[in-house]
């Protein structure tokens, strides 16, 4: 069987309405997560004047949180889902969206009130972790929040069942069950995602001079939530 490109997995194989089915066929307890971990990003957020998602897809977030703050940015390196986002956001008048690599954002320092990267974007994006949290902190101001999110263990057999409907509907490529394991999903088509614990999300933090403090939401989500403080220069 050919293998895909990992960076163009869900560029080339998941937008627009294929990424919505997605969410479609989420069984109960994955959308109990979602939920949970929605709310508690607006619980975070609502008040501020503007926010930045990373990866923001159809705009399933962006969406939900919109109502709660003054502008509400999303980007994303896929242009199909922004085309979906821009029907999808259609009654939301405060969203912007914009073409963009999360780790090469074209936005000023300090910008937003708030950066997040939710739902597992930390693996999901395909990228190397330590850049991608580099730019969501330089695109924040002194005392905004960052707020990133991956997979509780807990939750792992749920989100296994997730990904096997995903499988059998044709979104992904069967998956590669001997390899599924640890809170990694494999499919025989060259996918693999996996996730990140909550030490190693502090550790991203600590080395970027920031502290994270680490949450587990719903036994389904673990947040690495920061209120970005100012770092000293380095010295020459």
């Given amino acids: ?27 109960p307890r994955i959308r109990q997560y979602l939920r949970a971990e929605v709310e508690n990003v607006a619980s975070q957020v609502r008040g501020m004047g503007r926010i930045l ?13 919109a109502p709660h703050v003054g502008r509400a940015v999303g980007i994303d390196i896929v242009s199909g889902n922004l085309r979906s986002a821009t029907s999808y956001l259609r009654d939301r008048r405060n969203c912007d969206l914009a073409l963009m690599n999360a780790v090469r954002l074209g936005f000023r320092d300090a ?7 939710v739902q597992n974007g930390i693996s999901a994006f395909r990228v190397p972790p330590s850049p991608l949290v580099a730019e969501a902190i330089r695109a ?23 990904f096997r409907a995903q499988a059998r509907a044709g979104l992904i490529g069967a998956l590669d069950e001997s390899q599924c394991t640890d809170g990694t999903i494999v499919c025989q088509d060259g996918l ?11 550790r991203l933090f600590d080395d970027l001079g920031q502290r994270a403090e680490i949450r587990e939401i719903d036994g389904s989500s673990i947040f690495a939530e920061v209120t970005k403080r100012e770092t000293p220069p380095r010295s020459r």
């Fill in 53 to 65: 998602e990373l990866g923001c897809g159809y705009g399933r977030i962006l969406g939900e949180i």
């Fill in 111 to 117: 910008q937003f009130d708030a950066t997040i990267c």
């Fill in 192 to 202: 693999r995602l996996s996730t990140a614990s909550g030490d190693e999300l502090r």
């Fill in 140 to 162: 924040t101001r002194n005392g905004g929040r960052v707020l990133f999110s991956t997979y509780s263990p807990r939750i792992w057999s749920e989100r296994l069942d997730w």
């Fill in 1 to 27: 069987m050919r293998r895909r490109k990992m960076g163009g997995y869900y560029r080339d194989h998941l937008v627009g309405s294929d990424l919505q089915r997605v969410y479609e066929l989420a069984n």
